[in-house]
């Protein structure tokens, strides 16, 4: 399912943002999210400075940080933070299963600034 003009008519704004190791944390609004709907997420506040870049972004519900939903690309490999910016709008989609969900982006955002952070090649090698 895809947004219509790749923006959605529900609108979610972040009530904040956080930085918790390993993940950057937006807080959205209490309610349900239903599965197949697409959502225009908002970020609304500045990333923390002290994030780092490969921090993967997970999304938490009214607060509860008990329960994390990952930010997953249009290709199924979890945002990072160096690929999200404040004030930004992202649409997704909530996918869900028995026991959890994801948001599922409909855009790819990658970014150049994570280029930094990727290896030339695989397999990786060893530092000396």
């Given at each position: 399912?895809?947004?219509?003009?790749?923006?959605?008519?529900?609108?979610?704004?972040?009530?904040?943002?956080t930085?918790?190791?390993?993940n950057?944390?937006?807080?959205?609004?209490?309610g349900?999210?239903?599965?197949?709907?697409?959502?225009?997420?908002?970020?609304?506040?500045?990333?923390?400075?002290?994030t780092?870049?490969?921090?993967?972004?997970g999304?938490?519900i009214?607060?509860?940080?008990?329960?994390?939903?990952?930010?997953?690309?249009?290709?199924?490999?979890?945002a990072?933070?160096?690929?999200?910016?404040?004030?930004?709008?992202?649409?997704?989609?909530?996918?869900?299963?028995?026991?959890?969900?994801?948001?599922?982006?409909v855009?790819?955002i990658?970014?150049?600034?994570?280029?930094?952070?990727?290896?030339?090649?695989?397999?990786?090698?060893?530092?000396?």
């Amino acid at each position: 399912m895809s947004c219509p003009n790749k923006l959605c008519n529900k609108f979610i704004f972040s009530e904040s943002v956080t930085f918790t190791s390993p993940n950057l944390l937006i807080d959205i609004p209490a309610g349900s999210y239903n599965n197949g709907q697409c959502y225009c997420l908002v970020i609304g506040q500045s990333i923390p400075t002290d994030t780092t870049i490969a921090a993967q972004v997970g999304i938490t519900i009214g607060g509860d940080t008990t329960t994390i939903y990952p930010l997953l690309n249009c290709n199924c490999t979890n945002a990072s933070a160096c690929d999200i910016s404040p004030r930004g709008i992202y649409p997704c989609v909530v996918r869900t299963n028995i026991q959890s969900g994801v948001f599922k982006l409909v855009n790819n955002i990658s970014c150049c600034n994570c280029n930094s952070n990727a290896a030339p090649s695989i397999p990786i090698p060893a530092e000396a």
